[in-house]
């Protein structure tokens, strides 16, 4: 399979993987993360929290895929850049920080932690399985 179809394969599996975990966050830790008013508010559309959802997906199916193909040979000159998997997480922790400086809450507080914590988890997990996942796509 070609890269491109990798990759948006990848982001898919790994948009749904840190969506289900989001979910749980706000389920199990009872705090809001919601992305999608969050991407809404940075956009200016505060009113259209639907859009913001729109733009979640679309940028980790598609557009951040991309990205993580055309930046290969740069993560893979990272400590265990071989795997895959590890590319993909390394991948994901600046998209981590632009999160928590663009859209994160108050985060004195423990809630503030318990957010910093289930959204790198998340992100971690979307960076490992659209590694994983581009690469086992590879012999497709």
């Not at 559309?45 to 055309?70: I, K």
């Not at 071989?82 to 920080?97: E, K, N, Q, T, Y």
């Amino acid at each position: 399979m070609d890269p491109i179809r990798r990759a948006i394969g990848g982001g898919v599996a790994g948009t749904i993987v840190m969506s289900v975990v989001l979910v749980i966050a706000e389920v199990e830790a009872r705090f809001e993360l919601g992305v999608g008013p969050a991407i809404a508010r940075y956009a200016g559309v505060s009113d259209q929290p639907v859009l913001g959802l729109f733009v979640f997906l679309l940028a980790g199916m598609v557009l951040f895929p991309l990205v993580f193909v055309r930046l290969g040979r740069v993560l893979s000159t990272v400590p265990g850049g071989g795997d895959p998997a590890i590319r993909g997480m390394a991948f994901s922790i600046p998209l981590w920080v632009v999160y928590v400086v663009v859209a994160s809450p108050d985060l004195t507080s423990l809630e503030g932690a318990l957010h910093l914590s289930f959204t790198l988890f998340a992100h971690l997990l979307y960076g490992f399985t659209l590694g994983a996942v581009y690469h086992s796509l590879e012999d497709v």
